[in-house]
Protein backbone atom coordinates (compact mmCIF):
# COMPACT_ATOMS: atom_id res chain seq x y z
CA UNK A 1 0.00 0.00 0.00
CA UNK A 2 3.05 2.46 0.20
CA UNK A 3 3.18 1.99 -4.27
CA UNK A 4 1.86 5.89 -4.91
CA UNK A 5 1.77 4.13 -8.64
CA UNK A 6 -0.88 1.64 -7.79
CA UNK A 7 -4.64 2.77 -8.20
CA UNK A 8 -5.86 1.92 -4.51
CA UNK A 9 -9.25 1.07 -2.56
CA UNK A 10 -9.89 4.02 -0.29
CA UNK A 11 -12.31 5.27 1.76
CA UNK A 12 -13.28 8.90 0.62
CA UNK A 13 -12.82 11.88 2.91
CA UNK A 14 -14.61 12.50 5.97
CA UNK A 15 -15.93 15.50 5.79
CA UNK A 16 -18.32 17.60 8.24
CA UNK A 17 -21.73 17.61 7.06
CA UNK A 18 -24.32 20.65 6.93
CA UNK A 19 -25.87 21.09 10.50
CA UNK A 20 -29.41 20.04 9.75
CA UNK A 21 -31.04 18.99 6.93
CA UNK A 22 -35.17 19.21 6.76
CA UNK A 23 -36.80 16.79 4.98
CA UNK A 24 -40.48 16.85 3.42
CA UNK A 25 -41.75 13.65 4.89
CA UNK A 26 -39.99 14.69 8.44
CA UNK A 27 -37.48 16.71 9.83
CA UNK A 28 -33.83 15.09 10.51
CA UNK A 29 -31.68 15.32 13.93
CA UNK A 30 -27.90 16.78 13.21
CA UNK A 31 -25.57 14.29 11.35
CA UNK A 32 -22.27 14.35 12.25
CA UNK A 33 -19.84 12.57 9.46
CA UNK A 34 -19.97 10.86 6.27
CA UNK A 35 -17.40 8.50 5.28
CA UNK A 36 -18.36 8.14 1.72
CA UNK A 37 -18.22 4.41 1.05
CA UNK A 38 -17.22 5.59 -2.19
CA UNK A 39 -15.46 8.55 -4.13
CA UNK A 40 -17.54 10.36 -6.81
CA UNK A 41 -17.24 7.89 -9.73
CA UNK A 42 -17.06 8.85 -13.87
CA UNK A 43 -20.23 8.88 -15.05
CA UNK A 44 -19.77 7.04 -19.11
CA UNK A 45 -21.68 7.28 -21.70
CA UNK A 46 -22.44 4.21 -23.70
CA UNK A 47 -21.06 6.58 -26.53
CA UNK A 48 -17.61 7.07 -25.00
CA UNK A 49 -14.88 5.68 -27.12
CA UNK A 50 -13.27 2.85 -24.93
CA UNK A 51 -10.84 1.71 -27.60
CA UNK A 52 -7.47 0.53 -26.89
CA UNK A 53 -4.64 2.78 -28.29
CA UNK A 54 -3.46 -0.27 -30.92
CA UNK A 55 -7.27 -1.51 -31.02
CA UNK A 56 -6.71 -4.86 -29.87
CA UNK A 57 -10.43 -6.02 -28.41
CA UNK A 58 -11.44 -9.41 -26.96
CA UNK A 59 -15.37 -10.18 -27.41
CA UNK A 60 -15.73 -6.25 -29.00
CA UNK A 61 -13.65 -4.43 -25.52
CA UNK A 62 -10.30 -3.14 -25.49
CA UNK A 63 -7.79 -5.70 -23.48
CA UNK A 64 -7.33 -2.24 -21.19
CA UNK A 65 -9.27 -0.41 -19.48
CA UNK A 66 -9.95 3.10 -19.71
CA UNK A 67 -8.24 4.27 -17.00
CA UNK A 68 -5.10 2.21 -17.57
CA UNK A 69 -4.50 3.43 -20.82
CA UNK A 70 -5.00 7.12 -20.01
CA UNK A 71 -2.06 5.78 -17.47
CA UNK A 72 0.24 4.26 -19.89
CA UNK A 73 0.08 7.76 -22.36
CA UNK A 74 0.42 9.76 -18.99
CA UNK A 75 3.72 8.23 -18.38
CA UNK A 76 5.17 5.18 -19.76
CA UNK A 77 8.41 4.73 -18.07
CA UNK A 78 6.57 4.67 -14.33
CA UNK A 79 5.80 1.47 -13.06
CA UNK A 80 2.13 0.46 -11.79
CA UNK A 81 0.71 -2.22 -10.16
CA UNK A 82 -1.97 -3.97 -12.11
CA UNK A 83 -4.73 -7.05 -12.04
CA UNK A 84 -3.98 -9.36 -15.42
CA UNK A 85 -7.21 -11.54 -16.24
CA UNK A 86 -6.14 -14.57 -18.17
CA UNK A 87 -8.40 -17.11 -20.08
CA UNK A 88 -6.93 -19.81 -17.93
CA UNK A 89 -4.57 -19.16 -15.05
CA UNK A 90 -0.62 -19.47 -16.16
CA UNK A 91 1.69 -22.27 -14.67
CA UNK A 92 5.02 -21.32 -13.14
CA UNK A 93 7.20 -21.39 -16.42
CA UNK A 94 4.61 -18.70 -17.79
CA UNK A 95 4.98 -16.74 -14.65
CA UNK A 96 8.66 -17.15 -14.91
CA UNK A 97 9.07 -16.14 -18.39
CA UNK A 98 6.93 -12.69 -17.25
CA UNK A 99 9.48 -11.90 -14.17
CA UNK A 100 12.13 -12.61 -16.66
CA UNK A 101 10.81 -9.50 -18.39
CA UNK A 102 11.39 -7.33 -15.19
CA UNK A 103 7.26 -8.08 -13.40
CA UNK A 104 6.93 -8.86 -10.29
CA UNK A 105 4.31 -10.98 -9.43
CA UNK A 106 2.93 -10.27 -5.96
CA UNK A 107 -0.79 -12.00 -5.43
CA UNK A 108 -2.31 -14.65 -7.15
CA UNK A 109 -6.34 -14.51 -7.73
CA UNK A 110 -7.04 -18.14 -8.53
CA UNK A 111 -10.79 -17.46 -8.07
CA UNK A 112 -10.82 -15.11 -11.05
CA UNK A 113 -7.99 -16.27 -13.18
CA UNK A 114 -5.72 -13.19 -12.58
CA UNK A 115 -2.56 -12.33 -11.31
CA UNK A 116 -1.34 -8.66 -9.69
CA UNK A 117 1.64 -8.05 -11.26
CA UNK A 118 4.02 -4.45 -10.35
CA UNK A 119 5.33 -3.94 -14.41
CA UNK A 120 6.64 -0.76 -15.98
CA UNK A 121 3.78 1.27 -18.45
CA UNK A 122 6.51 0.26 -20.82
CA UNK A 123 5.36 -3.15 -20.68
CA UNK A 124 1.84 -3.12 -21.36
CA UNK A 125 2.50 -3.62 -25.16
CA UNK A 126 3.62 -6.70 -24.17
CA UNK A 127 0.23 -7.86 -22.33
CA UNK A 128 -1.94 -6.54 -24.85
CA UNK A 129 -0.02 -9.17 -27.56
CA UNK A 130 -0.36 -11.84 -25.08
CA UNK A 131 -3.08 -13.90 -26.54
CA UNK A 132 -3.63 -15.84 -23.01
CA UNK A 133 -4.22 -12.15 -21.70
CA UNK A 134 -7.98 -11.57 -21.32
CA UNK A 135 -8.00 -7.76 -19.58
CA UNK A 136 -5.94 -5.94 -17.70
CA UNK A 137 -6.82 -3.04 -14.96
CA UNK A 138 -4.94 -0.59 -12.70
CA UNK A 139 -5.24 -2.49 -8.70
CA UNK A 140 -7.87 0.47 -8.33
CA UNK A 141 -8.72 2.08 -4.83
CA UNK A 142 -11.97 0.81 -2.77
CA UNK A 143 -13.48 2.92 -0.23
CA UNK A 144 -15.96 2.72 2.22
CA UNK A 145 -19.08 3.38 2.25
CA UNK A 146 -20.07 4.95 5.85
CA UNK A 147 -21.62 9.11 6.26
CA UNK A 148 -22.68 9.43 11.42
CA UNK A 149 -28.30 6.84 14.73
CA UNK A 150 -31.15 6.22 14.44
CA UNK A 151 -32.92 2.63 15.69
CA UNK A 152 -32.98 0.34 13.23
CA UNK A 153 -34.84 -2.81 14.88
CA UNK A 154 -38.29 -1.40 14.17
CA UNK A 155 -37.90 -0.08 10.66
CA UNK A 156 -36.86 -3.28 9.25
CA UNK A 157 -39.55 -5.54 12.14
CA UNK A 158 -36.22 -6.68 13.85
CA UNK A 159 -37.96 -7.02 17.07
CA UNK A 160 -41.45 -8.78 15.78
CA UNK A 161 -38.44 -10.71 14.30
CA UNK A 162 -37.10 -11.80 17.47
CA UNK A 163 -41.01 -12.20 19.00
CA UNK A 164 -41.62 -14.64 16.18
CA UNK A 165 -38.67 -16.75 15.98
CA UNK A 166 -36.60 -16.91 19.28
CA UNK A 167 -34.76 -19.18 18.69
CA UNK A 168 -32.87 -17.15 15.33
CA UNK A 169 -29.84 -15.37 16.65
CA UNK A 170 -27.24 -16.47 13.93
CA UNK A 171 -25.92 -19.31 15.59
CA UNK A 172 -23.69 -21.21 13.50
CA UNK A 173 -23.65 -18.87 10.52
CA UNK A 174 -19.67 -17.31 9.68
CA UNK A 175 -20.48 -14.09 8.25
CA UNK A 176 -17.12 -12.86 6.23
CA UNK A 177 -16.62 -8.72 6.75
CA UNK A 178 -13.89 -7.55 4.68
CA UNK A 179 -13.24 -4.65 5.78
CA UNK A 180 -10.46 -2.26 8.14
CA UNK A 181 -10.52 -5.09 10.95
CA UNK A 182 -12.29 -6.15 13.85
CA UNK A 183 -11.20 -5.28 17.40
CA UNK A 184 -11.72 -7.43 20.62
CA UNK A 185 -14.94 -5.78 21.72
CA UNK A 186 -17.01 -7.50 24.51
CA UNK A 187 -20.44 -7.75 22.47
CA UNK A 188 -18.37 -9.84 20.26
CA UNK A 189 -18.10 -12.14 22.60
CA UNK A 190 -20.76 -14.57 24.10
CA UNK A 191 -20.17 -15.71 27.56
CA UNK A 192 -16.36 -15.79 27.56
CA UNK A 193 -14.68 -16.86 23.89
CA UNK A 194 -15.07 -13.99 21.36
CA UNK A 195 -17.37 -14.89 18.22
CA UNK A 196 -14.50 -13.71 16.19
CA UNK A 197 -13.21 -17.09 15.00
CA UNK A 198 -10.67 -16.17 12.30
CA UNK A 199 -8.56 -13.06 11.51
CA UNK A 200 -5.88 -12.46 8.93
CA UNK A 201 -4.51 -9.31 6.70
CA UNK A 202 -4.24 -8.71 3.74
CA UNK A 203 -2.81 -5.09 4.06
CA UNK A 204 0.13 -4.57 2.58
CA UNK A 205 3.22 -5.03 4.90
CA UNK A 206 1.04 -4.96 7.76
CA UNK A 207 -0.28 -8.47 9.16
CA UNK A 208 -2.00 -7.18 12.20
CA UNK A 209 -5.85 -7.77 11.93
CA UNK A 210 -6.93 -5.20 14.42
CA UNK A 211 -9.48 -2.38 13.38
CA UNK A 212 -7.30 0.73 13.17
CA UNK A 213 -9.65 2.49 11.50
CA UNK A 214 -12.91 1.90 13.29
CA UNK A 215 -15.03 0.98 10.68
CA UNK A 216 -14.98 -3.09 10.54
CA UNK A 217 -15.49 -2.97 13.93
CA UNK A 218 -19.02 -0.93 13.74
CA UNK A 219 -20.25 -3.02 10.78
CA UNK A 220 -19.33 -6.17 12.51
CA UNK A 221 -21.44 -4.87 15.69
CA UNK A 222 -24.39 -4.48 13.23
CA UNK A 223 -24.15 -7.92 12.44
CA UNK A 224 -23.34 -9.60 15.05
CA UNK A 225 -23.07 -7.75 18.35
CA UNK A 226 -25.06 -8.47 21.70
CA UNK A 227 -25.51 -4.98 22.86
CA UNK A 228 -24.18 -6.22 26.35
CA UNK A 229 -22.47 -3.12 27.28
CA UNK A 230 -25.13 -1.06 26.63
CA UNK A 231 -28.83 -1.15 27.50
CA UNK A 232 -29.81 0.86 31.37
CA UNK A 233 -28.12 -1.25 33.70
CA UNK A 234 -24.32 0.26 31.87
CA UNK A 235 -25.86 3.84 31.70
CA UNK A 236 -27.05 4.00 28.02
CA UNK A 237 -30.10 4.97 26.32
CA UNK A 238 -30.63 2.41 24.51
CA UNK A 239 -29.87 -1.08 24.13
CA UNK A 240 -26.99 -1.35 20.92
CA UNK A 241 -27.23 -5.25 19.39
CA UNK A 242 -26.62 -6.58 15.91
CA UNK A 243 -29.42 -8.55 13.71
CA UNK A 244 -27.65 -11.59 14.09
CA UNK A 245 -26.23 -11.22 17.67
CA UNK A 246 -24.72 -15.61 17.57
CA UNK A 247 -22.98 -15.52 14.51
CA UNK A 248 -19.76 -15.68 14.06
CA UNK A 249 -17.42 -13.18 12.30
CA UNK A 250 -14.63 -13.73 9.70
CA UNK A 251 -12.00 -10.85 10.33
CA UNK A 252 -10.39 -10.51 6.48
CA UNK A 253 -9.10 -6.83 7.36
CA UNK A 254 -7.94 -5.21 3.74
CA UNK A 255 -8.30 -1.34 4.91
CA UNK A 256 -5.51 0.59 6.49
CA UNK A 257 -6.14 2.70 9.14
CA UNK A 258 -6.32 5.65 6.88
CA UNK A 259 -9.06 3.33 5.53
CA UNK A 260 -7.10 2.23 2.07
CA UNK A 261 -6.65 -0.63 0.30
CA UNK A 262 -6.55 -1.86 -3.38
CA UNK A 263 -9.01 -3.88 -5.66
CA UNK A 264 -6.22 -7.50 -5.23
CA UNK A 265 -6.48 -7.20 -1.11
CA UNK A 266 -10.30 -7.04 -1.57
CA UNK A 267 -10.64 -10.00 -4.40
CA UNK A 268 -7.56 -12.09 -2.48
CA UNK A 269 -9.86 -11.64 0.99
CA UNK A 270 -12.67 -13.25 -1.21
CA UNK A 271 -10.79 -15.87 -2.60
CA UNK A 272 -9.77 -16.82 1.23
CA UNK A 273 -13.41 -16.76 2.18
CA UNK A 274 -14.81 -19.13 -0.56
CA UNK A 275 -11.25 -21.09 0.43
CA UNK A 276 -12.49 -21.13 4.33
CA UNK A 277 -16.31 -21.70 3.50
CA UNK A 278 -16.73 -25.60 5.00
CA UNK A 279 -14.73 -24.55 7.80
CA UNK A 280 -16.46 -21.56 9.18
CA UNK A 281 -19.76 -22.34 7.47
CA UNK A 282 -19.08 -19.19 5.70
CA UNK A 283 -22.39 -18.38 3.79
CA UNK A 284 -22.06 -14.15 3.92
CA UNK A 285 -19.58 -12.44 2.50
CA UNK A 286 -19.88 -8.19 3.81
CA UNK A 287 -19.11 -5.79 1.66
CA UNK A 288 -19.20 -2.22 2.84
CA UNK A 289 -17.11 -0.59 0.28
CA UNK A 290 -16.82 0.01 -3.46
CA UNK A 291 -14.84 2.35 -5.89
CA UNK A 292 -16.25 3.76 -8.89
CA UNK A 293 -17.11 1.63 -12.19
CA UNK A 294 -14.91 2.01 -14.89
CA UNK A 295 -16.05 -1.09 -17.27
CA UNK A 296 -18.94 -3.43 -17.72
CA UNK A 297 -19.02 -6.06 -14.64
CA UNK A 298 -18.57 -8.73 -17.13
CA UNK A 299 -14.78 -7.76 -17.47
CA UNK A 300 -14.25 -5.81 -13.76
CA UNK A 301 -11.88 -7.96 -11.52
CA UNK A 302 -13.71 -6.91 -8.69
CA UNK A 303 -17.34 -7.95 -10.03
CA UNK A 304 -16.07 -11.37 -10.68
CA UNK A 305 -14.65 -12.21 -7.89
CA UNK A 306 -18.09 -11.49 -6.20
CA UNK A 307 -19.64 -13.18 -8.65
CA UNK A 308 -17.48 -16.76 -7.72
CA UNK A 309 -18.28 -16.16 -4.29
CA UNK A 310 -21.69 -16.31 -5.13
CA UNK A 311 -21.24 -18.92 -7.25
CA UNK A 312 -20.20 -21.14 -4.38
CA UNK A 313 -22.80 -20.45 -2.58
CA UNK A 314 -21.85 -17.60 -0.62
CA UNK A 315 -24.66 -14.87 -0.16
CA UNK A 316 -22.73 -11.07 -1.18
CA UNK A 317 -24.24 -7.98 0.45
CA UNK A 318 -22.85 -4.36 -0.96
CA UNK A 319 -23.28 -1.49 -0.52
CA UNK A 320 -24.38 1.24 -2.88
CA UNK A 321 -22.50 4.26 -2.23
CA UNK A 322 -23.25 7.90 -1.06
CA UNK A 323 -23.54 9.55 -3.92
CA UNK A 324 -27.16 9.79 -4.23
CA UNK A 325 -26.64 14.00 -3.92
CA UNK A 326 -24.29 14.04 -6.62
CA UNK A 327 -25.88 15.86 -9.56
CA UNK A 328 -23.01 17.24 -11.33
CA UNK A 329 -24.18 16.17 -15.03
CA UNK A 330 -28.24 16.40 -13.84
CA UNK A 331 -28.76 13.46 -13.15
CA UNK A 332 -29.85 13.77 -9.49
CA UNK A 333 -27.90 11.43 -7.72
CA UNK A 334 -29.02 8.58 -10.57
CA UNK A 335 -26.45 6.36 -11.86
CA UNK A 336 -23.97 6.46 -9.25
CA UNK A 337 -24.09 3.11 -7.82
CA UNK A 338 -19.98 1.82 -7.43
CA UNK A 339 -18.86 -1.69 -8.30
CA UNK A 340 -19.08 -4.35 -6.85
CA UNK A 341 -22.50 -3.03 -5.93
CA UNK A 342 -22.93 -2.68 -9.93
CA UNK A 343 -22.93 -6.49 -10.40
CA UNK A 344 -25.95 -8.22 -10.75
CA UNK A 345 -25.81 -10.99 -8.88
CA UNK A 346 -25.09 -9.26 -5.63
CA UNK A 347 -27.18 -7.62 -3.33
CA UNK A 348 -27.03 -3.89 -3.16
CA UNK A 349 -28.09 -2.18 -0.45
CA UNK A 350 -29.65 1.69 -0.28
CA UNK A 351 -29.95 3.44 3.18
CA UNK A 352 -32.67 5.02 4.63
CA UNK A 353 -33.53 7.19 7.74
CA UNK A 354 -36.02 6.47 10.79
CA UNK A 355 -36.15 10.02 12.24
CA UNK A 356 -36.40 8.82 15.73
CA UNK A 357 -39.40 7.20 15.17
CA UNK A 358 -40.49 3.54 16.04
CA UNK A 359 -42.80 3.50 12.84
CA UNK A 360 -41.37 2.93 9.27
CA UNK A 361 -44.42 4.99 7.55
CA UNK A 362 -42.22 8.14 8.28
CA UNK A 363 -39.01 6.97 7.17
CA UNK A 364 -37.35 8.08 4.33
CA UNK A 365 -34.49 7.43 1.72
CA UNK A 366 -31.54 9.20 2.74
CA UNK A 367 -30.35 12.13 0.29
CA UNK A 368 -27.00 10.92 -0.32
CA UNK A 369 -27.76 6.96 -1.20
CA UNK A 370 -26.43 6.43 -4.69
CA UNK A 371 -29.25 5.11 -7.26
CA UNK A 372 -29.23 2.99 -10.32
CA UNK A 373 -29.31 2.46 -12.99
CA UNK A 374 -25.77 1.39 -13.06
CA UNK A 375 -22.87 3.10 -15.48
CA UNK A 376 -22.53 0.81 -18.96
CA UNK A 377 -24.54 -2.49 -18.19
CA UNK A 378 -27.76 -0.27 -16.54
CA UNK A 379 -28.32 -2.97 -14.52
CA UNK A 380 -31.07 -1.90 -11.81
CA UNK A 381 -30.14 -1.38 -8.39
CA UNK A 382 -30.20 -0.97 -5.49
CA UNK A 383 -32.56 -4.28 -4.68
CA UNK A 384 -33.44 -3.09 -1.33
CA UNK A 385 -32.82 -0.52 1.37
CA UNK A 386 -32.06 -0.52 4.98
CA UNK A 387 -31.92 1.72 7.77
CA UNK A 388 -28.27 3.28 7.29
CA UNK A 389 -28.15 6.90 8.93
CA UNK A 390 -26.54 7.85 12.65
CA UNK A 391 -26.70 4.34 13.51
CA UNK A 392 -25.41 2.79 17.17
CA UNK A 393 -22.35 0.39 16.83
CA UNK A 394 -19.35 -0.34 18.32
CA UNK A 395 -16.45 1.78 19.11
CA UNK A 396 -12.54 0.98 18.83
CA UNK A 397 -11.12 3.14 21.24
CA UNK A 398 -7.81 5.43 19.34
CA UNK A 399 -8.62 4.20 16.09
CA UNK A 400 -8.69 7.05 13.26
CA UNK A 401 -12.34 7.82 12.95
CA UNK A 402 -12.43 7.52 17.01
CA UNK A 403 -9.91 10.00 17.05
CA UNK A 404 -10.68 12.47 14.68
CA UNK A 405 -14.18 12.30 15.28
CA UNK A 406 -14.74 12.00 19.30
CA UNK A 407 -17.72 14.06 19.00
CA UNK A 408 -19.19 10.59 17.94
CA UNK A 409 -18.75 8.47 20.42
CA UNK A 410 -22.22 7.55 22.70
CA UNK A 411 -21.36 8.17 25.94
CA UNK A 412 -23.47 6.67 29.12
CA UNK A 413 -24.74 8.60 31.60
CA UNK A 414 -22.54 7.08 33.91
CA UNK A 415 -19.34 8.67 33.06
CA UNK A 416 -17.87 5.64 32.70
CA UNK A 417 -15.83 5.36 28.81
CA UNK A 418 -18.07 4.94 25.70
CA UNK A 419 -18.20 1.75 23.91
CA UNK A 420 -20.44 3.30 21.16
CA UNK A 421 -20.23 5.29 18.24
CA UNK A 422 -22.74 6.72 15.65
CA UNK A 423 -21.51 6.86 11.98
CA UNK A 424 -24.02 7.04 8.44
CA UNK A 425 -24.21 5.67 5.32
CA UNK A 426 -25.21 2.65 3.03
CA UNK A 427 -21.89 0.82 4.98
CA UNK A 428 -24.46 1.02 7.98
CA UNK A 429 -26.96 -0.66 5.89
CA UNK A 430 -25.10 -3.16 4.55
CA UNK A 431 -24.55 -5.31 7.71
CA UNK A 432 -28.33 -4.74 8.63
CA UNK A 433 -29.20 -6.85 5.65
CA UNK A 434 -26.22 -9.37 6.30
CA UNK A 435 -27.66 -10.19 9.93
CA UNK A 436 -31.09 -10.77 8.34
CA UNK A 437 -29.49 -13.42 5.71
CA UNK A 438 -27.60 -15.59 8.62
CA UNK A 439 -30.68 -15.53 10.62
CA UNK A 440 -32.41 -17.12 7.08
CA UNK A 441 -29.79 -19.48 6.17
CA UNK A 442 -29.66 -20.40 10.02
CA UNK A 443 -33.44 -21.03 9.65
CA UNK A 444 -32.95 -23.10 6.24
CA UNK A 445 -29.34 -24.13 5.27
CA UNK A 446 -30.65 -25.42 2.28
CA UNK A 447 -31.19 -21.58 0.97
CA UNK A 448 -29.19 -20.75 -1.89
CA UNK A 449 -28.09 -17.31 -2.35
CA UNK A 450 -30.32 -16.38 -5.29
CA UNK A 451 -33.35 -17.90 -2.82
CA UNK A 452 -32.04 -15.43 -0.43
CA UNK A 453 -32.02 -12.70 -2.44
CA UNK A 454 -35.51 -13.43 -4.09
CA UNK A 455 -37.11 -13.93 -0.69
CA UNK A 456 -35.44 -10.42 0.24
CA UNK A 457 -36.72 -8.50 -2.40
CA UNK A 458 -40.45 -10.19 -2.51
CA UNK A 459 -40.84 -9.39 1.17
CA UNK A 460 -39.30 -5.92 1.49
CA UNK A 461 -41.97 -3.40 2.68
CA UNK A 462 -43.27 -1.16 -0.53
CA UNK A 463 -45.18 1.21 1.55
CA UNK A 464 -43.14 4.69 0.42
CA UNK A 465 -44.84 7.39 -1.21
CA UNK A 466 -43.59 8.48 -4.69
CA UNK A 467 -42.42 11.54 -3.99
CA UNK A 468 -40.05 13.62 -0.98
CA UNK A 469 -37.68 16.53 -0.78
CA UNK A 470 -34.64 17.32 1.50
CA UNK A 471 -33.14 20.55 2.31
CA UNK A 472 -29.67 20.93 4.38
CA UNK A 473 -28.54 24.26 6.48
CA UNK A 474 -26.92 25.36 3.22
CA UNK A 475 -30.13 25.76 1.61
CA UNK A 476 -29.37 22.88 -1.13
CA UNK A 477 -32.65 20.84 -2.06
CA UNK A 478 -32.11 17.45 -2.66
CA UNK A 479 -35.60 15.92 -4.41
CA UNK A 480 -36.50 12.71 -4.14
CA UNK A 481 -38.36 10.02 -6.42
CA UNK A 482 -39.01 6.83 -4.86
CA UNK A 483 -38.64 4.57 -8.03
CA UNK A 484 -36.97 0.87 -8.70
CA UNK A 485 -33.67 2.83 -8.95
CA UNK A 486 -34.08 4.71 -5.98
CA UNK A 487 -34.78 1.87 -3.81
CA UNK A 488 -35.45 -0.91 -5.34
CA UNK A 489 -37.43 -3.47 -4.26
CA UNK A 490 -38.58 -1.75 -1.07
CA UNK A 491 -37.01 -1.77 2.52
CA UNK A 492 -35.92 -4.72 4.11
CA UNK A 493 -38.39 -6.32 6.39
CA UNK A 494 -37.06 -9.18 8.45
CA UNK A 495 -39.89 -10.57 10.11
CA UNK A 496 -41.61 -10.95 6.73
CA UNK A 497 -38.18 -12.40 5.16
CA UNK A 498 -38.61 -15.22 7.98
CA UNK A 499 -42.02 -15.89 7.31
CA UNK A 500 -41.85 -16.44 3.98
CA UNK A 501 -41.27 -20.25 2.49
CA UNK A 502 -40.76 -19.52 -1.27
CA UNK A 503 -37.57 -21.30 -2.81
CA UNK A 504 -37.85 -19.92 -6.63
CA UNK A 505 -36.00 -21.94 -8.85
CA UNK A 506 -33.44 -20.08 -11.09
CA UNK A 507 -31.12 -17.02 -10.68
CA UNK A 508 -31.69 -13.61 -9.66
CA UNK A 509 -29.78 -11.62 -11.73
CA UNK A 510 -30.95 -7.73 -11.53
CA UNK A 511 -32.47 -6.87 -14.05
CA UNK A 512 -31.47 -4.93 -17.00
CA UNK A 513 -32.94 -1.27 -17.57
CA UNK A 514 -33.72 -0.89 -21.16
CA UNK A 515 -34.46 2.31 -22.75
CA UNK A 516 -36.81 2.36 -25.99
CA UNK A 517 -35.87 5.66 -28.43
CA UNK A 518 -39.42 5.28 -30.12
CA UNK A 519 -41.51 4.96 -27.25
CA UNK A 520 -39.38 7.23 -24.83
CA UNK A 521 -40.04 4.77 -21.81
CA UNK A 522 -37.43 2.65 -20.12
CA UNK A 523 -38.16 -1.24 -19.48
CA UNK A 524 -36.98 -3.79 -17.01
CA UNK A 525 -35.93 -6.95 -18.48
CA UNK A 526 -34.04 -10.24 -17.47
CA UNK A 527 -30.58 -9.55 -17.37
CA UNK A 528 -28.36 -12.09 -19.54
CA UNK A 529 -25.22 -13.24 -18.46
CA UNK A 530 -22.56 -15.85 -19.68
CA UNK A 531 -21.93 -16.58 -16.65
CA UNK A 532 -25.37 -17.54 -15.07
CA UNK A 533 -27.49 -17.33 -18.28
CA UNK A 534 -31.54 -16.05 -18.30
CA UNK A 535 -33.06 -15.03 -15.57
CA UNK A 536 -36.29 -16.43 -14.41
CA UNK A 537 -36.87 -15.62 -10.81
CA UNK A 538 -38.32 -12.10 -11.50
CA UNK A 539 -42.05 -11.14 -13.26
CA UNK A 540 -44.46 -10.60 -11.17
CA UNK A 541 -45.77 -7.87 -9.46
CA UNK A 542 -44.51 -9.52 -5.76
CA UNK A 543 -40.91 -8.63 -6.39
CA UNK A 544 -41.29 -4.60 -7.09
CA UNK A 545 -45.06 -3.76 -6.53
CA UNK A 546 -46.35 -1.18 -8.18
CA UNK A 547 -45.20 1.82 -6.01
CA UNK A 548 -42.00 1.31 -7.13
CA UNK A 549 -42.52 0.60 -11.34
CA UNK A 550 -44.75 3.33 -12.63
CA UNK A 551 -46.78 2.21 -15.75
CA UNK A 552 -47.52 -1.50 -16.51
CA UNK A 553 -47.96 -4.33 -13.88
CA UNK A 554 -44.51 -5.92 -13.39
CA UNK A 555 -44.07 -8.62 -16.90
CA UNK A 556 -41.29 -9.75 -18.29
CA UNK A 557 -41.19 -6.18 -20.00
CA UNK A 558 -41.94 -3.57 -17.39
CA UNK A 559 -42.27 0.35 -17.84
CA UNK A 560 -40.37 1.81 -15.43
CA UNK A 561 -40.21 5.20 -16.55
CA UNK A 562 -41.67 7.55 -19.25
CA UNK A 563 -41.35 10.95 -20.30
CA UNK A 564 -42.28 12.64 -17.22
CA UNK A 565 -40.76 10.57 -14.92
CA UNK A 566 -37.32 11.40 -15.95
CA UNK A 567 -34.97 11.53 -13.03
CA UNK A 568 -37.68 13.20 -11.15
CA UNK A 569 -38.46 16.01 -13.13
CA UNK A 570 -39.30 17.06 -16.56
CA UNK A 571 -35.76 17.38 -17.79
CA UNK A 572 -33.94 15.47 -19.94
CA UNK A 573 -30.19 16.17 -19.89
CA UNK A 574 -29.37 13.82 -17.33
CA UNK A 575 -31.08 10.91 -18.41
CA UNK A 576 -29.00 11.39 -21.99
CA UNK A 577 -26.41 11.41 -19.92
CA UNK A 578 -26.96 7.91 -18.42
CA UNK A 579 -28.47 6.26 -21.99
CA UNK A 580 -25.72 7.95 -24.31
CA UNK A 581 -27.77 10.29 -26.48
CA UNK A 582 -24.52 12.94 -25.77
CA UNK A 583 -21.07 12.32 -24.79
CA UNK A 584 -19.46 12.74 -21.62
CA UNK A 585 -16.08 13.68 -21.15
CA UNK A 586 -14.32 13.70 -18.08
CA UNK A 587 -15.95 13.09 -14.67
CA UNK A 588 -18.12 13.35 -11.70
CA UNK A 589 -17.57 16.20 -9.04
CA UNK A 590 -18.31 16.76 -5.50
CA UNK A 591 -21.02 19.02 -4.53
CA UNK A 592 -19.67 22.74 -4.68
CA UNK A 593 -20.49 23.07 -0.46
CA UNK A 594 -17.82 19.82 -0.33
CA UNK A 595 -20.67 18.55 1.91
CA UNK A 596 -21.84 14.76 0.99
CA UNK A 597 -22.70 14.53 4.66
CA UNK A 598 -25.49 12.60 6.49
CA UNK A 599 -29.27 13.18 6.71
Not at 19 to 46: D, S, Y
Not at 223 to 235: D, K
Not at 464 to 483: H, I
Amino acid sequence: MTNVNSTKITRSRVVRPPKQEKHGAAWGRTLGILLLAFCVMPLLANNVNTSATSGSKIGGHPKFSTDLQKLGARNPQAMTTVIVQFRAMPDDSALQGFRGRGVVTKRMLHSIRAVTMRIPVSFLPQLEKDPSVLYVTPDRKVQMSATVNEDYATAVEADVAATNFPSLDGTGVGVAVIDSGVADHGDLHKGTPTRVVYNQSFVAGDTTTADKYGHGTHVAGLIAGTGAGSGAANGYLGKYAGVASGANIINLRVLDANGSGTDSQVIAAIQQAINLQSTYNIRVINLSLGRPVFESYTLDPLCQAVEAAWKAGIVVVTAAGNSGRDNTLHTHGYATIGAPGNDPAVITVGATRTHDTATRVDDSRASYSSKGPTLIDHIAKPDLVAPGNRIVSLRVAGSTLDTNYPEFEVAPSSGIAPKYFRLSGTSMATPIVSGAVALMVQQDSTLTPDQVKTRLMATAWKGFGQYSSATDALGNVYPDQYDVFSYGAGYLDINAALSSTAKPSGVALSPTAVYDSVNKDVYLVNTNSVVWGTSVVWGTSVVWGTSVVWGTAITANSVVWGTSVVWGTCTVDGFSVVWGTSGVNGAMTPLATGEDGED
